[in-house]
């Protein structure tokens, strides 16, 4: 099982599939009967993640026979909202919430309560949600206490180190390690440059944004950073690009996902100094298992709560990391 999700994950899938609003209709049930409907949505669908995730998603509901219809958008929660809400109105009898911000889907959450239809997530917060049946997803803590070491290492400690810490609040799992690695940061001796956590405004242009933070910063000053935390990857090679282009050889960045662009910045042996794998095919395999458990025969998950492990990528074992995107 687990070596077919991972396959399905790496192959970016079938480009029908990947359109929004598609739908797979999945075969009959045994019996004759309808097949299982869910209601899949991700307003992450622009990230490399988020898209290989739900295009599994979509794959590998089909070929359990399920009839599933995909809702996505670029971060626009009321077009997630009204979309879902309609596939409740139609009758689905399960709901997919990719990569969610619990705070902007209380619209089409309590259109499933009323509806007595379950909600099972992928990501969707850090702490136990009512709203959800289950959430399945990566432990934040793990990913900020393995980053912040490894932060440490590449600077030989952390006591009265300068670091930028770079996040994106919106995001409620990169602001919740975002906000953890700061604090250890802080317990530790280090300074936050600029005395608070940068913020990314849009995934989409984070390589833009982090590029223009550490720039500005190293013009105003330049013996003033020994690194860069950061959230996520795209962000993270921003960060990457400023300390090249400033001709540091003496910074260090970490960031989050093992992406390509990033594991090949750590092969360099340069400022990127360190990543980490999020096991997103296991965690879609959890999901997918307690979904096919309810549509069998109405299964609850035992706890609506369930945080995967993370692995730390550098330069120790980034040849045999394979890439998340």
């Known amino acids: 099982m687990r070596k077919r999700m991972t396959s399905l994950f790496a ?42 995730t739900l295009d599994s998603f979509v794959q590998e509901g089909k070929e359990r026979g399920w009839d599933v219809r995909l809702y996505t958008s670029e971060f626009d929660y009321d077009k997630i909202n009204t979309d879902v809400n309609s596939a409740i109105t139609q009758g689905v009898d399960a709901i997919l919430a990719g990569f969610p911000d ?3 889907i209380a619209p089409l959450a309590n259109a499933a309560k009323n509806a007595d239809i379950p909600i099972f997530s992928i990501d969707g917060g850090v702490e136990p949600n009512d709203d959800f049946i289950v959430d399945v ?36 799992g990169i602001m919740t390690r975002s906000h953890m690695a700061e604090e250890i940061l802080k317990k530790s001796g ?20 982090s590029l ?21 990857d795209h962000a993270a090679m921003g960060a990457v690009q400023a300390i090249n282009e400033a001709g540091r050889n003496d910074i260090f960045v970490t ?16 400022p990127f100094y360190a990543t980490v794998v999020q096991d997103w095919p296991k965690v879609l395999e959890l ?16 706890t609506n709560f369930v945080e995967t492990d993370v692995t730390l990528v550098d330069r120790t074992n980034v040849k045999d990391i394979q890439p998340t995107d």
């Open 11 to 52: 192959t970016a899938l079938v480009s029908a599939l990947a359109l929004t609003g598609c739908s797979g209709a999945g075969a009959a049930s045994e019996g004759g009967s309808e097949s299982f409907k869910v209601a899949a949505f991700t307003a992450g669908y622009g990230t490399p993640v988020g898209k290989a």
């Open 102 to 104: 619990p705070r902007q």
């Open 137 to 172: 997803t990566s432990n934040q803590q793990q990913i900020a206490d393995a980053t912040v070491a490894s932060l440490e290492e590449a600077m030989g400690g952390l006591q009265g180190k300068n670091v930028m810490v770079i996040g994106h609040d919106p995001h409620v």
């Open 190 to 209: 280090a300074n936050i440059a600029g005395g608070e956590i940068k913020q990314v405004l849009n995934p989409g242009t984070a390589h833009e944004e």
């Open 212 to 232: 223009k933070f550490v720039t500005d910063y190293l013009q105003a000053n330049p013996k003033g950073l020994d690194g860069v935390w950061v959230g996520f």
């Open 255 to 270: 960031g989050v996902d093992a992406v390509g662009i990033a594991l090949a910045e750590i092969k360099k042996n340069g």
């Open 287 to 302: 999901v997918m298992d307690d979904m096919a458990a309810y549509a069998e025969n109405g299964t609850k998950p035992a």
